[in-house]
């Protein structure tokens, strides 16, 4: 319905005459399109109009009764003369600036799995993951004191067949983490949750990137800028794999264009295990330098392991 009022504010806002062309070749739902419908509605009482080979190229169609708006004249810049030919016409074609290389961060590269995990898909730990990942995004908002059992009631509405010490132990974790002095910040209202991450980045080569993507956390302060990413893999490894790293270091170096005064801390919170992993800059700076290689050679990025700052 809202498709065809949009046809009908179309169809009633000409003044003298209105033209509907419809796309050569695109045939499939052509009967649903506004062409196809005009078409349907008005064909059978329009006029064919042919070119000087006899071919049909339009149809006519005006109120019965009265007489069609005359063609208009083409402009003339005198008697007799024709309209100049537009400069782009005749103009030699520049060279096409490098196509520009669209990427989420997530999927920059594949995750390396040694040291990710070490068995079989659990769903069980995925859906534990993932509920945590959302406990992360939602205490920030609510008072310190309080945090501990509004993750508690989270935790034993949603995870009811939990053992009791397990639940504690996840709550536990979880609140102390984020009372550490060195987050406080970060896990505040100062900070802000699922933050859109959007920019470009250059090659070497020339080639730009577009970045598009959100990370979990993000906080912004005068002198430095911190980027979180939520992990939810059950036995976090000891290493950075590769996707991880990288897919941090492409939100960084976006950051970096739009803060360039400010060093922009980047890191991993396992939400399973509730630990913290900063990832030094050296290894930002070596896995965003392979990957935008590989990007100017055409070619997959080379699977690495990065050392984390590993902190207590």
Do not use: C
Not at 94 to 116: L, V, Y
Not at 280 to 294: C, F, P
């Amino acid at each position: 319905e809202e498709y065809k009022r949009l046809l009908y504010v179309g169809l009633t806002r000409a003044r003298d005459r209105l033209i509907v062309a419809g796309l050569k070749g695109a045939e499939e739902g052509s009967d649903r399109r506004w062409h196809g419908l005009v078409e349907a509605a008005l064909g059978t009482d329009a006029e064919a109009m042919k070119d000087a080979e006899g071919a049909v190229v339009a149809w006519r169609w005006h109120v019965p009764g009265e007489d069609p708006p005359a063609p208009p004249k083409p402009a003339r810049t005198g008697a007799g003369e024709p309209t100049p030919l537009p400069g782009w016409l005749t103009r030699k074609v520049t060279d096409a600036a490098p196509a520009t290389t669209e990427i989420a961060p997530s999927r920059a590269a594949r995750a390396s799995q040694n040291g990710a995990s070490d068995g079989a898909f659990d769903p069980t730990a995925a859906a534990r993951g993932t509920l945590l990942h959302r406990l992360f995004e939602l205490l920030p908002d609510i008072e310190p004191v309080a945090r501990a059992s509004a993750a508690d009631s989270y935790l034993a509405r949603l995870l009811p067949d939990l053992p009791d010490s397990d639940r504690n132990t996840l709550v536990e974790n979880t609140v102390t983490l984020m009372a550490r002095p060195d987050l406080t910040r970060l896990f505040s209202p100062a900070a802000r949750a699922e933050a859109a991450v959007v920019g470009s980045i250059a090659t070497p080569g020339g080639r730009s990137i577009s970045v598009s993507g959100s990370v979990d956390r993000l906080l912004v302060e005068p002198d430095a800028v911190t980027i979180v990413d939520y992990k939810t893999a059950a036995r976090p490894p000891r290493t950075v794999p590769m996707g991880y790293a990288l897919q941090l270091a492409l939100y960084r170096a976006v950051l970096m264009r739009l803060w360039p005064d400010r060093s922009i801390r980047a890191a991993i919170l396992w939400t399973a295990t509730a630990r913290f992993d900063e990832v030094v800059t050296d290894t930002l700076d070596a896995v965003l330098a392979t990957y935008l290689e590989s990007v100017d050679a055409g070619t997959e990025p080379i699977d690495h392991e990065y050392e984390i700052d590993d902190r207590p």
